[in-house]
């Protein structure tokens, strides 16, 4: 970091505080709605001031059309009907992740910095609760879509609800909820292109989208197209995700060997006349691999030092503990290296150091390998049509989207670990004459020669939404549709490893069909030293899944007001809905029998289920400057059952006329388990990565980890809480200042985590206790549920991780504060437009199930030893803007800030704010409507806060961007 920079930060971050200090509320984004014609004048008024006024509409968070939804809900909007709204931004993801200060990253959130962990898809995260917390809709109704599969060209506007709606939408909107609206009754063409680029190592954006519109007399119908397309940026394209350290894996190339002995050997041993003592002590066999630095592999007939034993071990007295037993392993070898020396071709250790790249600890560089930004081609387009029949009475309508997004992520080559390597392998035989026919050595290896893992992702987008909507009269509006919603994703993965086949080789006799495993090929080496590539090749093992997810429901629903009271119309809304939803896992053979290392194991899935539902929402002007409104919700799912009524109640005062208005709700809400987390039995096989508290290693067991349904999990409950106020002072005009507090309670949370059994596991005396209650035939208990069970391999690393699955058994509370500003002022130089955004999160605590200990998540990044790992939980997060215009220029500059935190695995470590400008320049040109912009995102090119604990890239995915510096240029034009 250079001392311009320092500098910068210092007098911005001081700059920013004096700007929340005499604000310390928000803004308020106000719908204006009127239940009366709207005449010409005020009309051409409107439009001059950039202004639409509308009869009447619907605001997320309520079915109410009338006056009692104004105000009463916090609804954050962006205006996205140009590249404008996207503030300089490829997409509208990343732009809510740096400008929404609500958004946070909860636990599932992932986007195209999740390489290692991700899949193409980009999902969001409300209140730093898991992205299942969040409902995100399309035009009010649901979706299957992430956020990369709906097009940025056909999206009018982001509407976000920042507190519950489970009353009004169902599952899963406590966090708060997420409405892309599209366009609709657009009129002429737009089109436009983007080019973007980062300022070191080509990663390049590209975008075209256009949309187009016409109405005639009764006839309204629109469409868009939006073409993108991103190069991939690798690890080492940036320094501060180059592999360093620990970033390394325990299974490497060249392999690394562990003498095995059979029960007759250890009773042989155990009854040595020479040693009458040793029954009191255990064996401990010591570890071994090839000298890449003097050696690219063993041959027969090759000269090995003679004081070189591949069947050493010590022994250690039975009293001490496993982590004492390493230690003195550890001294052992290092000791027999030094008799060796550095040119001998075989040393112990735990592996190679391949001491050209840097500081890295010994074994394999996997990040080499690894994309930290994935690259990915899109293409999405979208139809609209409305016909009035009788005018306003009826309209048909329908909408359309289809989308496509393809990706690829890369993978180091794949990790062959656990495999038994018996001495009757030709090559052993040969390499080691006179070795007992009765030894076997456990053996971890990477196929180099086989180049990466890859995975190649491709996600496709339908919907349909048709139906039909009408008025009454003035006062009542109805509509009934039917939609059907389908995902569909299709992952080919390729570089893997026959396993029969790498087995059969490993255990041939023949010197024509056996595998040598004393190879040692260069990192990236396309050729074995020691093995033909037809050997090699004959290994080479893929398969592919497709899982495919299906919404289709049919609703209605009508409101209106049903009488005129003192202070207003008592309105109400009410409907009903019919969903059904469908799962299908099809893995293809390979996948479903684990035939291809080590990619994991999958059962096909079928699963499908039907919810009905009925809701009611009522408005009611207590008086004319308060409003309650309650709405209440009953859902009844054919798996789990009736949730129950969900309420929420909204209270609405205005303390002076258009000028200070104070506004609350409280609501109760759930989420239903998936599909996949009901299925009894066998969910799969992962090989996720696991610290092993006891010897400190960060591995993938050796046979993975295996995840169990559970029948019998119920929908997750909430409450939450929100009160605001807004200021709009007349004696400023175009000021709005407010102030929100959320608070956030969840009960009944299913809660699963293979790191989090591996540490109950050790916290309980790991294998030195017999009786543990996760070890290898632990059953279901009240501290274990599910019966999970953790194995060790002989080496004391984790061999397997049975039994995972969730239960019912978590609760959390978060809270927070709100603070928002916006101010439209003129001048003789142009229109000046400061905004702040600004969220105080202050607390955030979980307890996985009774008895496990509240956790405080708050401040801190959590590794992967906890239930929400892999993520960081600021305190403060937020923006500061200053937007400029003047006849045909624009300008805008920006402030973006995420609070630092400290590393809860690494000694509690500070990691340092996350702090980043954004710089935009405009001009209109004065034909077609056509605007020219260029700029800046991350203005000074500053890096990600280094987070040694993340999973991958050292930096925390979910809020920051790995890419650095974009410059960009935008060119669109409307006809």
């Not at 399309?138 to 999206?155: E, K, M, Q, Y």
């Amino acid at each position: 970091m250079n001392k311009p920079t320092v500098r910068l930060k210092g007098l911005t971050r001081a700059l920013s505080y004096g700007v929340l200090s005499p604000f310390l509320l928000t803004a308020a984004l106000h719908a204006q709605t009127t239940a009366e014609p709207v005449d010409a004048a005020k009309e051409a008024a409107a439009e001059e001031d950039g202004l639409v006024i509308l009869d009447k509409f619907e605001v997320t968070g309520t079915r109410l059309t009338s006056a009692a939804a104004e105000g009463g809900l916090s609804v954050s909007s962006y205006k996205l009907d140009t590249d404008l709204g996207l503030k300089g931004y490829s997409n509208f993801g990343d732009m809510l992740r740096v400008k929404l200060p609500q958004y946070g990253g909860g636990i599932g959130v992932i986007n195209d910095s999740f390489g290692n962990g991700g899949s193409g898809q980009s999902t969001i995260s409300l209140r730093n609760l898991p992205g299942s917390r969040t409902l995100v809709l399309v035009n009010g109704r649901r979706t299957s879509a992430d956020l990369n599969l709906i097009p940025n060209a056909a999206i009018d506007s982001i509407e976000v609800l920042n507190d519950g709606a489970a009353a009004v939408y169902g599952s899963e909107a406590i966090a708060g909820v997420v409405n892309i609206k599209l366009k609709n009754g657009f009129e002429g063409l737009y089109t436009s292109a983007r080019y973007a680029n980062t300022t070191t190592t080509d990663i390049s954006e590209r975008r075209f989208s256009m949309a187009a519109g016409i109405a005639v007399k009764d006839l309204r119908v629109s469409v868009s197209y939006e073409w993108s397309k991103a190069n991939e940026q690798m690890g080492t394209d940036r320094e501060i995700s180059s592999p360093s350290g620990d970033m390394v894996s325990g299974t490497s190339n060249p392999g690394l060997f562990t003498p095995r002995f059979t029960s007759a050997e250890l009773t042989a041993l155990q009854a040595n006349p020479a040693d009458a003592a040793n029954q009191l002590y255990v064996l401990v066999p010591l570890r071994w691999y090839v000298n890449a630095d003097t050696t690219d592999g063993l041959k027969p007939g090759v000269s090995l030092p003679a004081s070189f034993n591949p069947s050493a071990y010590i022994l250690a007295d039975k009293s001490t503990t496993t982590a004492q037993r390493n230690a003195l392993r550890a001294a052992e070898e290092a000791r027999l290296n030094g008799l060796l020396g550095n040119s001998s071709p075989v040393l112990y250790g735990p592996n190679y150091t391949y001491s050209s790249l840097g500081d890295l600890n010994p074994g394999f560089p996997y990040g080499f390998y690894t994309p930290s930004y994935r690259g990915h081609e899109r293409n999405g387009a979208t139809a609209s049509i409305e016909k009035d029949i009788f005018g306003k009475s009826l309209t048909a309508f329908a909408e359309v989207l289809y989308s496509t997004n393809v990706s690829a992520n890369m993978l180091a080559p794949s990790p062959l670990g656990g495999n038994v390597l018996p001495a009757t392998n030709y090559f052993v035989s040969a390499v080691f004459p006179g070795i007992s026919s009765s030894r076997s050595f456990t053996y971890g290896y990477r196929p180099t020669e086989l180049g990466p893992r890859i995975y190649d992702d491709e996600f496709t987008s339908r919907r349909l939404v048709t139906g039909l909507r009408g008025e009454l009269d003035h006062n009542w509006k109805w509509e009934a549709a039917y939609m059907y919603d389908e995902w569909d994703y299709h992952q080919t993965q390729s570089g893997g490893v026959m396993r029969d086949l790498f087995t059969s080789a490993l255990t041939s006799t023949s010197a024509a069909g056996a595998f040598n495993p004393f190879g040692a090929t260069p990192l990236f080496g396309t050729s074995s030293p020691v093995n033909s590539d037809e050997l090699i090749q004959s290994f080479f093992g893929s398969a592919d899944g497709r899982y495919k997810y299906d919404i289709r429901a049919v609703d209605a629903s009508i409101s209106g007001a049903v009488a005129k009271l003192p202070a207003g119309d008592l309105s109400v809304a009410v409907g009903a809905e019919y969903r059904s939803e469908l799962e299908r896992d099809e893995p293809s053979e390979a996948l479903i029998n684990g035939d291809v290392f080590p990619f994991n194991a999958e059962p096909a899935f079928r699963a499908d289920r039907s919810i009905r539902s009925v809701y009611a929402e009522v408005g009611v002007p207590i008086l004319k400057s308060l409003t309650l409104s309650a709405a209440g919700r009953l859902e009844d799912y054919s798996d789990v059952g009736s949730t129950g009524l969900k309420p929420r109640i909204n209270l609405r005062w205005e303390v002076l006329p258009d000028q200070v208005t104070i506004r609350g709700s409280w609501a109760q809400g759930f989420v239903a388990p998936s599909l996949l987390s009901l299925k009894a039995g066998d969910r799969g096989q992962s090989f996720d990565e696991v610290l092993n508290p006891v010897t400190g290693t960060r591995t993938q067991p050796e046979d993975g980890v295996y995840y169990v349904g559970n029948p019998s999990l119920k929908p997750s409950e909430s409450d939450s809480y929100l009160v605001g106020a807004v200021f709009s002072p007349k004696a400023v005009q175009n000021l709005t200042l407010g102030i929100n507090y959320y608070r956030i309670e969840e009960t009944g949370i299913p809660f699963e985590s293979a790191q989090y059994i591996v540490t109950q596991w050790a916290d309980a005396g790991g294998e030195d206790n017999a009786s543990n209650p996760f070890g290898p035939t632990a059953a279901p208990s009240a501290a274990n549920p599910t019966g999970a069970q953790v194995e060790v391999a002989p080496s004391g690393e984790l061999a397997v991780v049975r039994n995972v699955g969730p239960i019912n058994s978590g609760e959390r509370m978060t809270d927070g504060i709100d603070l928002f500003a916006s101010y439209k002022f003129e001048t003789a130089i142009g229109e000046f437009s400061p905004s702040l955004s600004w969220t105080r999160v202050l607390s955030f605590e979980q307890e996985d199930f009774p008895g496990a200990g509240t956790i405080d998540y708050l401040g801190q990044y959590w590794g992967s030893g906890a239930a929400l790992g892999n993520y960081g939980f600021p305190k403060w997060k937020g923006s500061v803007g200053l937007d400029w215009s003047f006849k045909s220029f624009g300008a805008s500059l920006s402030y973006n800030y995420t609070d630092g935190y400290l590393e809860n695995e690494n000694d509690m470590n500070k990691v340092p704010a996350y702090e980043t400008f954004d710089l935009r320049l405009s001009y209109r040109l004065p034909w077609w409507e056509t605007t020219i912009a260029v700029g800046v995102n991350n203005l000074f090119d500053e890096d990600p806060p280094l987070v040694l604990t993340s999973f991958e890239s050292n930096i925390d995915r979910a809020v920051s961007d790995i890419r650095g510096r974009m410059v960009f240029a935008e060119l669109s034009s409307k006809f």
